[in-house]
């Protein structure tokens, strides 16, 4: 059973940086980072797969840096330079096959605002 548990998130000045962190999961084909703003959809922010290449969207690309530690099973989103569009709540996604069987954590809020 899958059990994802986002952490790191807060209030940060813009400029700023956070470490998000997704532990829960044991194997994976996938994992992703997404967010969502108050009243916009849910959007992808970056992933990485299981032979730990990385792909990020085009709005966070040289600022976010996605990665995971294989013996802790957890994962990491860090955020460098942080701008006040990059808040919303930041969940986890695991995709445990390439066909699908995703899961998703509960969220960590992200706040960027001086």
């Known amino acids: 059973q899958v059990r994802l548990v986002e952490s790191g998130g807060g209030l940060v000045q813009p400029g700023g940086s956070l470490n998000l962190s997704c532990a829960g999961f044991e194997t994976m084909f996938s994992l992703g980072w997404y967010r969502q703003a108050p009243g916009s959809q849910r959007e992808y922010v970056a992933k990485?797969?299981?032979?730990?290449?990385?792909n990020y969207a085009d709005s966070v690309k040289g600022r976010f840096t996605i990665s995971r530690d294989k013996i802790a099973n957890t994962a990491y989103l860090r955020m460098d330079a942080l701008k006040p569009n990059d808040t919303g709540v930041y969940y986890c996604n695991v995709r445990l096959t390439m066909n699908g069987d995703d899961y998703w954590g509960q969220g960590t809020q992200v706040t960027v605002s001086s």
């Open positions: 990485i797969f299981h032979e730990d290449t990385t």
